[in-house]
């Protein structure tokens, strides 16, 4: 469990995630990115899409 | 990354991790194939440096520009990149993918391209409408406008007078009378193992899964697997998704083939297990 940044919900962290994974805010919808550490993983803001994504 | 002897196994580059890039890595580690994750992200790569022959690249980054650019320097340096640096430039951009296809007999949506306001807006008077404007690069439907008259013509040009070089090449598609779908089939190597129809929601006349669209299983005929075929060969594809129309007029049109291709929607209906068939093709690559 790790804490939003924007508005503090909890976000549960499911146990087959993987680095890299994009998390969601069950609260306020912001998105993060799952950076492992040695504690587990903690969260990044993600980018928002990219003018160049997609396929 | 470091310089591996081992060709057993794989590394899936991406910048973010979706339903795709965790598929095949599951596959592969459930499998005990050593796979290993790299964020492009993080990536730092020495162009005159160690190079990096017999490792197996996947890649799988969702932004077109680091996808190309990683692709160039990795194959570069003695990797084997799936799909390849030439597919890559290919497939990214809509005008030669269009000049690949067409030079290899395939049929695809009319098109014309001008370099300038005055001579679209002149080709267009004879084009006609509608017509559909889409950049040259680009994904998921962005930038991509159905002009219905010229007044909708000038203002869209109009407004891509203002915007980065690249939109100033203007790229028009014919309007095709077809049902409110397209199809994408994923081919692996030389086979077409499934495709969906994508149905578009509503009155939006746009199918990419990105906008809201719904998906169905497709059958792959004959004639869907030979001009599917055909145009991977066309682009040198590996692992392609190749979308296609299906003209009243004119039949099966190819309109796109992606080459970091998305394919959720297809696995969950058509329940192809797509993720171990890209795994099994890349440990024989090379």
């Given at each position: 469990m790790v804490k939003c940044k924007e508005c503090d919900a909890e976000i549960r962290i499911p146990d087959d995630s993987i680095e890299g994974e994009i998390v969601a805010c069950p609260d306020c919808g912001s998105s993060y990115e799952l950076v492992k550490g040695a504690d587990g993983f903690s969260i990044k803001p993600s980018q928002l899409v990219g003018e160049d994504w997609g396929q | 990354m470091t310089e591996r002897k081992n060709t057993t196994s794989l590394t899936l580059l991406y910048d973010n991790i979706r339903w795709e890039e965790k598929a095949i890595y599951e596959s592969a580690r459930k499998r005990g194939i050593d796979i290993t994750n790299v964020d492009c992200k993080d990536l730092i790569l020495e162009?005159?440096?160690p190079r990096y022959s017999n490792k197996i690249i996947i890649q799988r980054c969702v932004s077109y520009f680091k996808s190309l650019h990683s692709t160039a320097a990795l194959e570069g340096l003695g990797a084997s990149v799936i799909n390849p640096l030439n597919t890559s430039i290919v497939c990214g951009n809509k005008l030669f993918t269009h000049m690949k296809l067409k030079n290899a007999g395939i049929k695809t949506p009319k098109v014309i391209t001008t370099f300038s306001y005055e001579a679209a807006l002149s080709a267009l008077d004879v084009f006609g409408y509608p017509t559909i404007i889409k950049p040259t690069i680009g994904s998921w439907g962005r930038l991509i406008a159905l002009l219905k008259d010229k007044d909708a013509a000038k203002a869209v040009i109009e407004d891509r007078q203002?915007?980065?070089?690249?939109?100033?090449?203007y790229y028009f598609e014919e309007f095709v009378d077809r049902p409110p779908r397209d199809i994408r089939a994923i081919v692996i190597g030389d086979t077409v193992v499934a495709a969906i129809y994508r149905y578009s929601e509503n009155s939006e006349w746009k199918t990419n899964m990105a906008l809201g669209g719904r998906a169905e299983s497709c059958p792959i005929t004959k004639e869907l697997e030979d001009i599917c075929i055909k145009s991977t060969q066309a682009v040198d594809g590996k692992i392609v998704g190749v979308d296609l129309m299906e003209s009243s007029r004119d039949g099966l049109l190819v309109h796109e083939v992606n080459n970091t291709t998305e394919f959720k929607n297809t696995v969950r209906v058509t329940g192809v297990p797509i993720q171990d068939m890209i795994v099994d093709y890349s440990l024989q690559y090379n």
């Open positions: - | 162009l005159d440096g203002h915007m980065f070089p690249l939109y100033q090449i």
